[in-house]
């Protein structure tokens, strides 16, 4: 079983920023590809941002240019930096981890952009 617990979400006004946070409970890099997943509120989920395993990025467009994910081997951690937000970047933010064709959700961080 692998666990993922989210962190730092919160409310901000529009233009502001946080920064998420995802601990795994084992190496980061045993999976093929962490990324950050986002729903609002009668959405489906989307996928916002990726990395895999050889370190390459991939980003929503509706992210691109304001959105950062990274990550920390040696503290199991994926990070999600997310500046100039907007009112519909609201929504639960969820870390997913996957390896082959398994993938394994944390229980998600609410952001909510509002002025």
């Known amino acids: 079983q692998v666990d993922l617990v989210e962190s730092g979400g919160g409310s901000v006004q529009p233009g502001g920023s946080l920064r998420l946070s995802c601990a795994a409970s084992?190496?980061?890099?045993?999976?093929?590809?962490m990324a950050w997943f986002r729903q609002a509120p009668g959405k489906q989920r989307e996928l916002v941002a990726s990395?895999?395993?050889?370190?390459?990025?991939s980003y929503a467009d509706s992210v691109m240019g304001r959105f950062t994910i990274s990550r920390d081997g040696a503290k199991k951690m994926v990070y999600l930096q997310m500046d100039s937000l907007k009112p519909e970047d609201t929504g639960i933010y969820y870390c997913?981890?996957?390896?082959?064709?398994?993938?394994?959700w944390g229980q998600g961080t609410q952001v909510t952009v509002s002025s």
């Open positions: 990395i895999n395993v050889g370190g390459r990025l």
């Open positions: 084992e190496n980061i890099f045993n999976f093929n590809v």
């Open positions: 997913r981890a996957q390896i082959l064709s398994r993938s394994y």
